[in-house]
């Protein structure tokens, strides 16, 4: 199952707990809201994964920034392709 997928599922109990029904605009901003808050919760969450494996490894300092580095970097551009596809 894919964030969006995630999202839709969210938006759709919302508007049930909400009893509305909102237009389809609405409900695509509603949706691309909680999947980029989806997308940041899961960024965010790897970032602090990393950094406590980091703290906790025996890699030497340099090599573990390095590393941590480039998981960024890399997280960043995952990012920025996902959000190109819109």
């Not at 980029?36 to 950094?51: E, F, M, P, S, Y």
Request: charged share 25%; hydrophobic share 40%; net charge negative.
């Amino acid at each position: 199952m894919k964030l969006r997928d995630y999202a839709e599922l969210t938006a759709s109990s919302i508007f049930t707990a909400l009893e509305m029904t909102p237009t389809e605009t609405q409900h695509n901003t509603v949706i691309d809201l909680i999947e980029r808050r989806l997308i940041a919760t899961a960024v965010d969450t790897r970032n602090w994964c990393a950094d406590h494996a980091l703290e906790r490894s025996k890699i030497g300092k340099a090599a573990g920034h390095q590393i941590s580095d480039e998981l960024r970097e890399a997280t960043e551009a995952l990012i920025t392709n996902l959000s190109s596809m819109r």
